[in-house]
């Protein structure tokens, strides 16, 4: 009996281990927005794939050079929807108060390198975050590889 009851608590201990690690897009993408407004491009790498955490850390570069304190933004944002299709996601959200409707886009990714277990990660393109230009300096070229970011 008290192997079974050993083995049940096992299966238990697996399971919320493993649900544990597959949080839904729309949180993920919560997170993400909410560390982005506050300019915490460090917590936000922490929701973003490889690519999108090294354009975070070209913005934090960007802001450290310029030597400028960044508007921290306190608007709430509301969810306006979701769309899932396999292994990417598309959330649809906006500013209270504003009628712009944004989307960010998320990709399910490997926890590690060869796992099968993966988990959601917001995947930023070159195009979709707008580089300050800076100030007394020429605006950054359009031509730059992506590799920069």
Same mark, same amino acid.
């Given at each position: 009996?008290?192997?079974?009851?050993?083995?049940?608590?096992?299966?238990?201990?697996? !399971? !919320?281990?493993?649900?544990?690690?597959?949080?839904?897009?729309?949180?993920?993408?919560?997170?993400?927005?909410?560390?982005?407004?506050?300019?915490?491009?460090?917590?936000?790498?922490?929701?973003? /794939?490889?690519? /999108?955490?090294?354009?975070?850390?070209?913005?934090?570069?960007?802001?450290?050079?310029?030597?400028?304190?960044?508007?921290?933004?306190?608007?709430?944002?509301?969810?306006?929807?979701?769309?899932?299709?396999?292994? @990417?996601? /598309?959330?649809?959200?906006?500013?209270?108060?504003?009628?712009?409707?944004?989307?960010?886009?998320?990709?399910?990714?490997?926890?590690?390198?060869?796992?099968?277990?993966?988990?959601?990660?917001?995947?930023?393109?070159?195009?979709?975050?707008?580089?300050?230009?800076?100030?007394? @300096?020429?605006?950054?070229?359009?031509?730059?590889?992506?590799?920069?970011?």
């Amino acid at each position: 009996m008290k192997k079974h009851q050993k083995c049940n608590w096992l299966y238990i201990l697996i !399971l !919320l281990n493993s649900c544990s690690k597959n949080e839904p897009p729309r949180p993920v993408a919560e997170k993400f927005i909410a560390a982005f407004q506050k300019h915490d491009f460090e917590e936000a790498a922490k929701y973003g /794939t490889k690519e /999108t955490a090294k354009m975070l850390q070209q913005l934090s570069r960007i802001e450290e050079l310029e030597n400028v304190k960044p508007t921290i933004s306190t608007a709430k944002i509301e969810i306006l929807s979701e769309e899932i299709a396999g292994n @990417r996601a /598309t959330i649809y959200f906006k500013e209270v108060g504003s009628d712009t409707e944004e989307k960010i886009k998320l990709e399910k990714v490997p926890i590690e390198p060869g796992s099968k277990q993966r988990e959601w990660r917001v995947a930023l393109s070159k195009t979709d975050v707008k580089i300050p230009k800076l100030q007394n @300096r020429p605006a950054l070229p359009d031509s730059l590889s992506q590799q920069v970011f």
